[in-house]
């Protein structure tokens, strides 16, 4: 069974800094894109960033140049390194990823991990 572990959200002061952590788990063969999205109350959810197997990045607008994501495939890991933090920050932040499982269809399945909060506040 495969599945995504977020880690590393907590209460954070405006202007820190937060790095997230996300490690699949399971019987993996290859893990695809890995992004990071988030929710905030009354809110839809947003990709915040996402990267490729080979490290090409994506960022939303409202986070470049803050927010650096970054993998570790051989730990099958993402992370978001979240510097200068606002208010407007404060979701829930939610791992994502492509997987294809080992010995299963060769095709990619979408996971989701349950989600870290992320509170910045004063």
């Known amino acids: 069974q495969v599945q995504l572990v977020e880690s590393g959200g907590g209460l954070v002061q405006p202007g820190g800094s937060l790095r997230l952590s996300c490690v699949a788990s399971g019987s993996i063969f290859s893990i695809n894109i890995m992004a990071w999205y988030r929710q905030a109350p009354g809110k839809q959810r947003e990709l915040v960033a996402q990267?490729?197997?080979?490290?090409?990045?994506h960022y939303a607008d409202s986070v470049k140049g803050r927010f650096t994501i970054s993998r570790d495939n051989d730990k099958n890991a993402v992370y978001l390194q979240m510097n200068s933090l606002k208010s407007d920050d404060t979701a829930v932040y939610y791992c994502?990823?492509?997987?294809?499982?080992?010995?299963?269809?060769?095709?990619?399945?979408?996971?989701w991990g349950q989600g870290t909060q992320v509170t910045v506040s004063s």
């Open positions: 990267i490729t197997t080979r490290g090409i990045t």
């Open positions: 994502y990823s492509q997987i294809r499982p080992s010995g299963g269809r060769e095709v990619w399945f979408q996971y």
